[in-house]
């Protein structure tokens, strides 16, 4: 199988926070979409590890965002990169929703207030079907697909496809980029998704 004709897909990026008990946590996650649209609802998948995952299971409930163009990179990294269990995710501003959700205003599209109908296990993720209780227009900015967020972290400009000198080694998994000094290929054969825990064989050049 050719896994990389699934990287023809067109992929947003997504801010997920969750408030439980006092604890605030989001993750970054690049599958949401409308599934209706009277009523409203929105389908989404989540990893099931995830600390922000774990938490909606038991709120129910969750603020979505859509990132545009002008958020930070470091941003994406803080919240996609590293887990809540290890850092605060929401140590500075955020806003809440009606749920007491927290979310990002600045270099967000739209915020939407979710609240969980159904879940489905899919093995690695679970899929969520929300009801849509409120929605926000935040900016007019352009939406941040994945395709441009891999450009951006490889040094390249939007507007076109990334030099191959740029191409990276990608999880078909769950969409990691390896970005180690060793060359992708002097791996090791036993190497693993440190995201996912996929092997080696799952990953693409793209």
């Not at 959700?101 to 967000?108: K, R």
């Not at 679970?126 to 490889?154: E, H, N, Q, W």
Request: include cysteine; proline fraction near 5%.
């Amino acid at each position: 199988m050719d896994n990389t004709a699934f990287f023809k897909f067109t992929y947003g990026l997504f801010l997920v926070g969750v408030e439980q008990e006092g604890k605030y946590n989001g993750c970054i996650i690049n599958t949401a979409a409308q599934a209706t649209s009277e009523p409203p609802r929105i389908l989404m998948t989540m990893q099931k590890k995830n600390y922000t995952t774990e938490l909606l299971m038991q709120k129910r409930s969750a603020a979505l965002t859509i990132l545009s163009r002008q958020f930070p990179l470091d941003r994406i990294a803080h919240f996609g990169m590293q887990s809540g269990r290890d850092v605060p995710k929401f140590a500075g501003p955020y806003e809440t929703d009606a749920n007491g959700n927290p979310y990002l205003a600045d270099g967000m599209n739209a915020r939407f207030a979710l609240e969980v109908s159904e879940t489905i296990d899919l093995g690695t993720h679970r899929l969520f079907l929300c009801d849509v209780s409120d929605a926000l227009t935040l900016s007019d900015g352009v939406p941040m697909s994945y395709g441009d967020y891999r450009i951006l972290k490889s040094g390249g400009t939007l507007g076109g496809e990334a030099p191959v000198s740029q191409k990276k080694w990608v999880c078909s998994v769950c969409h990691y980029e390896y970005d180690g000094e060793v060359p992708f290929e002097a791996l090791p054969d036993d190497y693993r998704c440190p995201v996912c825990g996929a092997g080696k064989e799952h990953f693409s050049l793209v």
